[in-house]
């Protein structure tokens, strides 16, 4: 019987693992063999060099740039995103019960999700329109009349890469307030009322009752987050004019990937930018999984 049953099981993941295989493991095998070659597209036989490109990545100013750029993103795009996410979640839905919200809980959670439901690329061209680097932008208008100069945050070497940080939270926070809001509706309301009963608080309730049991979901959108924040690709593209914004102020390394191959037509070196990415970005989605396990909390 065991043996029918294994046999059963093979054959429904015969098709997604091979689709898988093909179509991610093997793209990624061979990045890193021409992470080793001097491959620039065309030359039919790419020279060995080993880890030269890797070894060039150390000394690459504008590569060390984009990387701290993106570690930057890392350490403030998921905090911020699920901090206010989970602050809205529990004003829009409170305790769980039918009390301590506020009215209209359900237009809100539309809003908010409404930047979901646009395409990154959009987001990014209408933030462009809005933050024109030659000042002549949307939010000009209301601060020209407001008898303030007009300012450009996109040609700003020291706003612009927090321009692109607020875009990113703006686009993405919504998507976790409607996940947390039905996380925290899923929570049994005894709970909330024995613990309401004892004498808890709001604040109480959310820190002893709420964020324990949406750990879990907070934990998966943490890496979700920070995956996002590495692989950070159309947002800084577009709005940036496909430069990395002035002075390589707002570049990552997704963008560098891109120009180096396509640009520049240095295969061989974008796909060892390529490699690094991917062991960043499995590194902090392995840590951050390691560092938040526990066991799960069930409850009835």
Avoid: K
């Amino acid at each position: 019987m065991n043996h029918h049953r294994r046999r059963f099981v093979a054959g429904f993941l015969a098709v997604p693992v091979t689709l898988y295989t093909v179509y991610v493991l093997s793209p990624c095998a061979q990045a890193l063999l021409i992470a080793l070659t001097d491959w620039r597209g065309v030359n039919a036989v790419p020279r060995f060099v080993g880890a030269d490109n890797f070894r060039r990545l150390l000394g690459d100013e504008v590569f060390l740039r984009a990387a701290g750029h993106n570690l930057l993103l890392l350490a403030l795009v998921p905090p911020l995103t699920i901090g206010l996410a989970l602050l809205f979640a529990w004003l829009l839905t409170g305790d769980g019960t039918a009390r301590r919200t506020v009215r209209g809980a359900g237009l809100y959670r539309v809003v908010f999700f409404f930047p979901q439901v646009l395409a990154v690329v959009l987001v990014a061209v209408l933030f462009r329109q809005i933050l024109r680097p030659d000042g002549s932008g949307m939010l000009n208008a209301p601060l020209t009349a407001l008898g303030f100069a007009p300012v450009g945050p996109l040609a700003d070497t020291g706003l612009a890469l927090w321009a692109v940080l607020f875009v990113l939270v703006w686009q993405a926070v919504g998507f976790y307030v409607v996940l947390f809001s039905a996380g925290i509706a899923s929570i049994p309301r005894e709970l909330f009322e024995a613990a309401a009963i004892d004498g808890a608080g709001g604040g109480r309730l959310f820190l002893r009752i709420t964020l324990p049991l949406l750990r879990d979901t907070v934990q998966a959108g943490w890496v979700y987050l920070g995956v996002a924040a590495l692989d950070v690709f159309a947002v800084v593209w577009v709005m940036t004019a496909e430069h990395g914004g002035p002075d390589h102020s707002t570049t990552v390394m997704a963008a560098e990937v891109y120009r180096n191959a396509f640009h520049y037509s240095r295969f061989g070196y974008a796909c060892a930018m390529g490699v690094v990415l991917f062991a960043i970005t499995t590194g902090f989605a392995v840590l951050v999984l390691r560092l938040t396990r526990r066991e799960r909390i069930e409850f009835r």
